[in-house]
């Protein structure tokens, strides 16, 4: 699908380290690698062959183990990695291999049937439900995943020719709760299986988008057509995430079923566990709404978003700067509840101006013998330190490091606070370590040049490319701050709000300044100041 595009190793390795660069500089947490495709493996498999999209043929090592290497370059760079695994569904019609005999279709050709051109194991036969077990435990077994991510865990359809299974394997039982209960089945099994070798795998899965018609969101339903009775699995506490196809977009194609009705429903049935809503950017009219999309999830108090896929994104990952901030992934509660201890003796100094080195020593283990996976390092102009807000996260970084360089190139405010949180590896956050103040001297003698009778200056900083401004205002009033070049043809707004009694300092970056003469205004308290100085 989006990787990888070519069989040269070289270019695989190179491409995906790419994908993984973009996502860290979008502030992306989880990445949904898909390890089996169509019943096949991007990763040493005991029981399935490699997949033939590495090498263009089924079975053929590909000299080097892609899961693994994205593992290991993920994980440096503070992404969970969630092994994406098609269940039933094992062939779409494409070219795979499906006729060598290493494949599933062909060496078990009585357990798959053909539906609408695709090849579909058999959820009713107890061995496909094993089999599948099997493949999955051996990738959870010896790989070093966040997370299992379960697609295809249905039916086809209703007139899936199963006829023979039922009649083997059917008993009594209803046909139509008989092949619901057949997923359950399976998804009982693997719940219980993976968590019993790694209790903090997160397994999870992403059903069709209508899990039941609604009166205002009317589409396939995933109960009744295909047989997928997601909320069961919540209910039962045999899934710990949800990340529903709701692949539509707000009511503006007739015919759809709505985004915000669907995603309300999902986030109002998620049985105390994680909903992350999915969107289908590979559709025009949802492309077009994705920061709205996103907005809609966090209103209905969802988990997070998913997004089918990165090829539909990947020049478009500001997201209408949704997430210009770094985020941490939300704990399950259910699996770790206990906090970590904060970082010790947390030390600030200043090495240069502006540049400050912070050093910690890390927490004690908790009760449960937990320690720090990584931390948390926010910096903010005011105490306490906000570890709620996300604009003050100005790091994350393992715990192996016990240190960071902060280098404040445009300070705002003549004082910093920092701290420092552990988090443990069910991503549940300490306290924070004891607070560091810090001064930026520039900014604190700024305000020095105001005088009683003029209540603007200015410093430019051309090392910074930076124009310093402080003003003060006597009263509580309305403050209008702009630049204006020499003709007054080019004039930016800095500051156009009220503001209380004080001194400020606002920092602005002049590359986009126009060159030349330039008047520096401020209007307060019926009166002008300004200056003029020189920009090159």
């Known amino acids: 699908m989006d ?8 270019e695989q390795k190179r491409s995906l380290l790419d994908i993984l660069q973009k996502l860290k500089e979008a502030n992306f947490n989880t990445i949904f690698f898909q390890v089996r495709g169509r019943g096949d493996a991007m990763y040493k498999s005991k029981y399935e062959p490699w997949s033939d999209r590495l090498t263009g043929t089924l079975g053929k090592n590909p000299g080097w183990d892609p899961l693994e290497f994205l593992l290991q370059h993920a994980h440096a760079n503070g992404f969970e990695v969630h092994a994406w695994f098609n269940t039933f569904r094992v062939g779409n019609g494409i070219k795979n291999g499906i006729g060598d005999k290493k494949h599933i279709a062909e060496s078990n050709s009585d357990w798959v049937k053909k539906y609408n051109g695709e090849t ?11 089999y599948n077990l099997n493949v999955a435990m051996d990738l959870i077994r010896n790989y070093d995943i966040d ?11 209703k007139d899936y020719a199963d006829d023979e299974t039922y009649r083997l394997h059917g ?9 619901r209960e057949n997923v359950n089945k399976f998804v009982r099994a ?6 019993a070798v790694k209790p903090m795998l997160k397994v999870g899965s992403a059903p069709i988008g209508v ?10 339903q995933s109960y009744s057509a295909i047989y997928q009775d997601s909320r069961k699995w919540l209910e039962e506490k045999k899934h710990d995430y949800l990340a529903p196809q709701v692949y539509w977009s707000l009511g503006t194609k007739p015919g759809d079923p709505d985004f915000a009705a669907i995603t ?23 492309f077009q709404q994705l920061p709205l999309l996103i907005d809609v999830t966090r209103l209905y108090g969802n988990d997070g978003n998913s997004f089918f896929r990165y090829e539909h994104i990947k020049e478009n990952l500001l997201l209408g700067r949704r997430y210009m901030y770094l985020a941490n992934i939300p704990p399950m509660k259910w699996k770790d509840s206990i906090l970590p201890n904060p970082p010790l003796d947390l030390q600030v100094s200043e090495i240069s101006p502006g540049t400050f080195k912070l050093q910690w020593k890390s927490p004690q283990p908790a009760i449960d013998k937990d320690g720090a996976k990584y931390y948390n390092i926010y910096r903010s102009p005011v105490k306490p330190v906000d570890i709620n807000n996300p604009a003050n996260i100005l790091a994350i970084i393992p715990a192996e490091e016990n240190s960071y360089i902060d280098i404040i190139e445009r300070p705002r405010s003549g004082h910093y606070y920092y701290v420092v949180t552990a988090f443990d590896k069910g991503n549940n956050e300490s306290t924070p370590a004891s607070v560091q103040e810090v001064e930026i001297t520039l900014i604190v003698q700024l305000p020095k040049k105001l005088t009683p009778k003029f209540l603007l200056a200015y410093l430019l900083k ?3 490319r930076t124009l310093y401004l402080t003003y003060e205002v006597e009263r509580t009033d309305k403050i209008i701050l702009k630049i204006e070049d020499y003709d007054k043809t080019d004039t930016r707004i800095v500051v156009y709000e009220v503001k209380d009694a004080g001194r400020y300092v606002v920092a602005v970056e002049t590359a986009n300044l126009k060159k030349g003469s330039t008047k520096i205004i401020l209007e307060t308290g019926g009166f002008s100041y300004s200056h003029n100085v020189i920009l090159d």
Do not use: C
């Not at 693997?190 to 968590?195: C, E, G, L, T, V």
């Open 3 to 10: 990787w990888p595009r070519t069989t040269n190793v070289e």
């Open 120 to 130: 579909w194991l058999d959820p009713g036969i107890p061995e496909v439900r094993e």
């Open 147 to 157: 997370g299992i991510h379960f697609d295809f865990i249905r039916y086809p359809g």
């Open 171 to 179: 008993k009594k039982e209803n046909k139509d709760e008989w092949r």
């Open 190 to 195: 693997m719940y219980d299986s993976a968590i």
């Open 211 to 220: 899990y039941k018609n609604l009166k205002n969101a009317i589409g396939w």
């Open 264 to 286: 309300k429903d999902w986030g109002d049935n998620s049985y105390e566990r994680h909903i992350y809503i999915g969107i289908g950017a590979y559709k025009p009219e949802v």
């Open 462 to 464: 051309k090392s910074q």
